[in-house]
């Protein structure tokens, strides 16, 4: 469905991810509703994309006109005001804290009142589908949309979908992240932090236990990733990278396979990030940005606009 005929989104909950979502279904042409239960949020929210909007116009990376029209309301326990119109609704993303039973009340008042072909997705990072959405009637259309902070900027959406979401939910909520510029990607099942945080995980536990064993100090750990790995993973993921670091896959496997195996069997257990190692790193890691909110926000802002820039080199290198 184009999203002209397709009526509007529904955002639900308007904090920090529900209004990055707002920003980037509104980009793509949709006209998008933002609920809370707390009108400051969204009053907060409007600023924000108001605010943001003008640095996305500054550093041409505006998408659409972001002149779509957001609507405040709070949504009551009932759910009545969004049955008000629900039949012009396509999708409505869940964005409100990481709580099962929150989110399982919240789909079931959604249950009660969508029509057979309105999509339901959830932001969560944790929560898997079958804990979110099993017993609902209209589970076929139920799925995990987990986009990564901030959506706008960083494009992935994991899809992840219960064992009877309906094919044809997956490949329209698939479709529609593309519509609005963002980079889906589908896993089959669902599994203990998706892939985004299994990977991150992997990459954290090492970086512990390489400081704990004294092996090198919290800020070259850094380094390493940020100077040397996130580079070319900015533009090719580790697979590609293999294909690339030989000639090709089966090259870089007859390589360094024995070399691969004998590393990685030296990794130890799962670290209990506690303890001496904890203070290390957390003082560490002050030294640079010290942990209050002052300190935490302008670094906050200083990444965004790092990840602002290496957007704009992205769209620049994909259009060569
Ligand atoms: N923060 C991240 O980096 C990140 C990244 C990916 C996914 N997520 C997921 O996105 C979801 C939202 O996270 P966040 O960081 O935006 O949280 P947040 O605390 O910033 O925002 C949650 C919002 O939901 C509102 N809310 C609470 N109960 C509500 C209800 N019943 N109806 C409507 N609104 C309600 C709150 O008032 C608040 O504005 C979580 O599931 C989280 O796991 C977060």
Not at 145 to 160: G, I, M
């Amino acid at each position: 469905m184009e999203p002209t005929q397709a009526g509007q989104v529904v955002v639900i909950g308007s904090g920090l991810i529900g209004r990055s979502w707002a920003m980037v279904f509104a980009g793509g042409g949709f006209r998008v509703k933002l609920y809370d239960i707390v009108q400051q949020q969204i009053t907060s929210a409007l600023e924000y994309i108001s605010r943001e909007k003008k640095e996305l116009e500054r550093c041409q990376l505006l998408k659409g006109s972001l002149n779509a029209q957001y609507s405040e309301f709070s949504l009551c326990s009932s759910g009545s005001q969004i049955s008000n119109a629900i039949y012009y609704y396509f999708l409505f993303q869940e964005c409100t804290p990481e709580k099962l039973e929150l989110k399982k009340k919240i789909f079931g008042q959604l249950d009660l009142i969508v029509s057979n072909d309105v999509i339901l997705s959830s932001s969560t990072s944790t929560l898997l589908p079958t804990k979110l959405f099993t017993g609902l009637k209209h589970v076929k259309q139920c799925i995990v949309a987990h986009p990564v902070n901030p959506p706008y900027y960083v494009p992935l959406v994991e899809l992840v979908p219960h064992p009877e979401t309906e094919p044809s939910t997956v490949d329209k909520t698939h479709a529609l992240m593309k519509k609005i510029g963002q980079s889906p990607v589908k896993l089959t099942k669902e599994i203990d932090g998706f892939v985004l945080n299994r990977l991150q995980y992997a990459v954290i536990s090492e970086a512990w236990r390489l400081v704990g064993e004294g092996v090198i100090s919290p800020a070259d750990l850094d380094l390493v990733m940020s100077d040397g790995l996130g580079m070319r993973y900015a533009f090719i993921g580790p697979l590609e990278t293999m294909h690339l670091n030989a000639e090709g896959m089966t090259n870089y496997c007859e390589r360094y396979r024995e070399g691969m195996i004998h590393v990685l069997k030296t990794f130890g257990p799962v670290p209990d990030f506690s303890g001496e190692i904890e203070q290390q790193i957390s003082q560490a890691m002050s030294e640079k940005t010290p942990a209050d909110p002052e300190h935490l926000n302008a670094r906050r802002a200083w990444r965004d606009e790092c990840l602002m820039g290496l957007a704009k080199l992205k769209k620049q290198m994909k259009s060569n």
